[in-house]
């Protein structure tokens, strides 16, 4: 049978490209799809009926056991020619959506779900040793990796600089959130529709359980860098922070109300302390003292 005549196949397939710090995930393809070792793009075959979003989840789940968010980007490869497929030799054309993809920083080491399936193991890789060729991967992994283009994300945020005596109100950052341990100003993200002054005072309440008087914007600060974020995707982070000066009624003492959240203490820290560096404060706390 001449390759003209040869049966025709066509798969449409999607995948996922994880990556986590310097690292990415990849699936072990199975001895009867390769004799040689060759690894891949967590992913797979999109069922009659099914949205490649929700094959991509699947997949990744069957072939690394992680639990893989899908972000809103994606790219499409594809790759012809002759080979056994099903036990005949036909003419395929695989068509795969690779999406951008990642996992929470806590995930559990990576493990093959599905049995008898299409892939033997899963593992993390340093991306610098994929690209170098010395992990054994298919043309799609280094296709990836190439487009790769790093998630841009800019946050507006509104910040209380709240003094007592010779104190100043903060907040410690959690396991959950960037430069965790370091102390901050209490605040947050802005929702949309919420003015500034309203996220700095629900903020405040959360992360400290006080009620505060917003006054005046002090200044406007910023930041930018790259970090892998608490949902485990990779970012260069662009934020900007408008910081109001504020008042608390009362001696109440601050308590974290929101738990899971990006705060885990909250305290009155003397200002002296603060100065002579015996605690470690992000910038942004600096910048506030330096405009009151």
Do not use: K
């Amino acid at each position: 049978m001449s390759e003209a005549e040869l049966p025709r196949r066509v798969r449409l397939a999607a995948s996922a490209r994880v990556l986590r710090g310097d690292q990415i995930p990849l699936s072990r393809l199975a001895p009867h799809l390769t004799r040689d070792e060759r690894w891949t793009l967590p992913g797979g075959g999109v069922e009659f009926g099914e949205h490649p979003r929700d094959a991509v989840v699947r997949e990744v789940h069957e072939e690394t056991g992680l639990a893989a968010e899908v972000g809103d980007t994606a790219r499409v490869y594809d790759v012809s020619g002759v080979g056994e497929r099903g036990g005949e030799n036909v003419r395929f054309h695989s068509v795969r959506i690779v999406y951008d993809g990642f996992v929470a920083v806590d995930a559990p080491e990576p493990r093959v779900v599905e049995v008898d399936g299409s892939t033997v193991d899963a593992r993390w890789h340093p991306v610098a040793e994929v690209l170098a060729g010395r992990v054994p991967t298919v043309r799609l992994v280094t296709e990836a990796l190439a487009d790769h283009e790093t998630f841009r994300l800019q946050r507006p945020a509104a910040y209380a600089l709240v003094r007592r005596d010779d104190a100043v109100l903060l907040t410690r950052i959690s396991a959950a959130g960037y430069h965790t341990g370091s102390w901050t100003l209490p605040g947050g993200g802005i929702d949309h529709g919420e003015s500034p002054h309203e996220a700095v005072a629900r903020e405040v309440r959360e992360e400290t359980g006080l009620g505060v008087d917003v006054g005046v914007l002090l200044g406007v600060h910023d930041v930018r860098f790259s970090g892998t974020a608490p949902n485990g995707r990779f970012e260069d982070f662009h934020g900007i922070h408008l910081v109001f000066a504020a008042e608390v009624a009362g001696d109440a003492q601050p308590r974290v109300v929101e738990q899971g959240g990006t705060t885990d203490a909250a305290a009155w820290v003397p200002e002296a302390d603060i100065e002579a560096g015996r605690v470690e404060v992000l910038d942004l706390v600096r910048f506030a003292l330096d405009q009151s």
